[in-house]
Every structure is written in structure tokens, then in C-alpha cells.
């Protein structure tokens, strides 16, 4: 489970790693993040109103996407031939367990958010690993 404290750490030192960035490739890194970044509030919605795994779509996340879908179509499915009860159990399966993405949807899009920007910082020659302590490692 994602520790809410380490993601927002890891959203600092990140911060602090595009700082140090050359003018124009803090202005590059700033414009594509901004493209790339996703919405907190988009994945909640998309959770909360779709749940048949929309959120996970959004990620990127193909497969969970996948599961997600085909868990509910085959629930669906055995409730229309008549396995009311058997056709629950993937549907509730499904809504249990994206409950908990939904709670913790901002945690979640953070951390996405930060593998995002790792992969700009050394896309533009940074090193989103070195420490904060030290801005002028990356130049």
C-alpha cells in the first residue's frame, strides 16, 4: 500500500531536481509534465461514477482496466442466465476492491504523477534520484 508521507517526499525531492534543470529544459520538462500529469479528481470520477475500471484506463492501465471490465461483463452475464448470486460475487469483487482505489484516488494519481516526471527529469539529463540537499547536482 502506498505510504501517503514517501509520495509527497518523492514529489519534493522530484520538484527539486526540475529546479536545478537549464532554463530551457525546466521550461521543456514543465510543458510536456503539464501534457502528461494526471487529474486526481478525474481518476475519483471516472472510479466513482464508471466503476467498472474507467480509472484505470485513464493510468494507462490496460490491464487492470481489462480485468476490471470483464470481471463485471461476466457477472452481468450469470445474472442474465439466471445465477443472480453466482453473477454478485465478480461484481461485488470488483466494487470492493476499486472502493479503496476510490478513498485513496490523490495518493495514487500522485505516485503515477511521480513516475511520470522521473522518467521527464532523466528524458532532460537530471538525476530525479540524487538528494534534494544538493539542487546544483543535476547541472
Same mark, same amino acid.
Given at each position: 500500500? $502506498?505510504?501517503?508521507?514517501?509520495?509527497?517526499?518523492?514529489?519534493?525531492? %522530484?520538484? +527539486? &531536481?526540475?529546479? *536545478? #534543470?537549464?532554463?530551457?529544459?525546466?521550461?521543456?520538462?514543465?510543458?510536456?509534465?503539464?501534457?502528461?500529469?494526471?487529474?486526481?479528481?478525474?481518476?475519483?470520477?471516472?472510479?466513482?461514477?464508471?466503476?467498472?475500471?474507467?480509472?484505470?484506463?485513464? $493510468?494507462?492501465?490496460?490491464?487492470?482496466?481489462?480485468?476490471?471490465?470483464? %470481471?463485471? +461483463? &461476466?457477472?452481468? *452475464? #450469470?445474472?442474465?442466465?439466471?445465477?443472480?448470486?453466482?453473477?454478485?460475487?465478480?461484481?461485488?469483487?470488483?466494487?470492493?476492491?476499486?472502493?479503496?482505489?476510490?478513498?485513496?484516488?490523490?495518493?495514487?494519481?500522485?505516485?503515477?504523477?511521480?513516475?511520470?516526471?522521473?522518467?521527464?527529469?532523466?528524458?532532460?539529463?537530471?538525476?530525479?534520484? +540524487?538528494?534534494?540537499?544538493?539542487?546544483?547536482?543535476?547541472?
Amino acid at each position: 500500500m $502506498l505510504d501517503w508521507r514517501a509520495v509527497e517526499a518523492e514529489e519534493d525531492r %522530484l520538484r +527539486a &531536481a526540475a529546479a *536545478g #534543470l537549464p532554463d530551457q529544459e525546466r521550461a521543456a520538462f514543465h510543458r510536456e509534465a503539464r501534457r502528461r500529469l494526471k487529474d486526481p479528481d478525474t481518476y475519483a470520477v471516472l472510479n466513482w461514477f464508471f466503476i467498472v475500471g474507467l480509472h484505470h484506463f485513464y $493510468l494507462g492501465r490496460h490491464g487492470r482496466g481489462l480485468l476490471d471490465v470483464g %470481471l463485471v +461483463a &461476466a457477472g452481468i *452475464g #450469470l445474472m442474465v442466465e439466471g445465477h443472480v448470486l453466482a453473477g454478485l460475487g465478480p461484481i461485488l469483487a470488483v466494487l470492493i476492491l476499486e472502493l479503496g482505489a476510490l478513498f485513496r484516488s490523490q495518493v495514487i494519481v500522485q505516485d503515477w504523477n511521480n513516475r511520470i516526471q522521473r522518467q521527464l527529469l532523466r528524458a532532460y539529463g537530471a538525476d530525479p534520484d +540524487a538528494s534534494a540537499a544538493d539542487p546544483g547536482h543535476n547541472r
